[in-house]
């Protein structure tokens, strides 16, 4: 099971009881006893990668923790935060919305043929090609040498 995979499912129990069940915070168990009752078939999961999965939850803003420090919250209820429980009822699990993020910024990649519009030009700017720029180029270098080399 990925770590992904894992997020969504905790997002899943957290949301059933605090949203559906209409429960605060309090009526969900201590976030170490949730992951011990999620991963119980899961052999390879121990307390160091249970405290890691929160660590990752709350640095993306998906849960609250209800206590004075990080290493506190690990023995205390989570709940889900307001942005969390948002889109949770809109696509109904995570690995969904990261799909929908990843596909949101995804970059639009325009054909190399494609010329700028008219107007995605900048107002007020000349539109020179290459070449002319080097000729200016070349002019200004040859007219400051003529100005100061000249005698």
Same mark, same amino acid.
């Given at each position: 099971?990925?770590?992904?995979?894992?997020?969504?499912?905790? /997002?899943?129990?957290?949301?059933?009881?605090?949203? &559906?069940?209409?429960?605060?915070?309090?009526?969900?168990?201590?976030?170490?006893?949730?992951?011990?009752?999620?991963?119980?078939?899961?052999?390879?999961?121990?307390?160091?990668?249970?405290?890691?999965?929160?660590?990752?939850?709350?640095?993306?803003?998906?849960?609250?923790? $209800?206590?004075?420090?990080?290493?506190?919250? !690990?023995?205390?209820?989570?709940?889900?935060?307001?942005?969390?429980?948002?889109?949770?009822?809109?696509?109904?699990? !995570?690995?969904? !919305?990261?799909? !929908?993020?990843?596909?949101? $910024? &995804?970059?639009?990649?325009?054909?190399?043929?494609?010329?700028?519009?008219?107007?995605?030009?900048?107002?007020?700017?000349?539109?020179?090609?290459?070449?002319?720029? /080097?000729? /200016?180029?070349?002019?200004?270098?040859?007219?400051?040498?003529?100005?100061?080399?000249?005698?």
């Amino acid at each position: 099971m990925t770590t992904n995979q894992q997020i969504d499912r905790i /997002i899943n129990v957290l949301f059933d009881r605090q949203v &559906r069940k209409q429960a605060d915070f309090t009526g969900v168990p201590a976030y170490n006893e949730l992951c011990r009752e999620l991963f119980a078939e899961l052999p390879g999961m121990n307390e160091q990668q249970f405290r890691n999965l929160l660590f990752i939850l709350v640095s993306k803003k998906i849960v609250n923790i $209800h206590s004075n420090t990080l290493s506190d919250a !690990y023995s205390e209820p989570v709940s889900l935060t307001p942005e969390t429980i948002a889109w949770y009822e809109q696509f109904r699990s !995570y690995l969904a !919305y990261l799909d !929908y993020m990843q596909e949101k $910024h &995804r970059p639009i990649i325009a054909d190399e043929d494609d010329e700028p519009d008219v107007d995605e030009k900048s107002p007020g700017r000349v539109w020179l090609p290459a070449w002319a720029k /080097i000729v /200016i180029l070349v002019a200004a270098v040859i007219a400051v040498w003529v100005m100061f080399y000249r005698n």
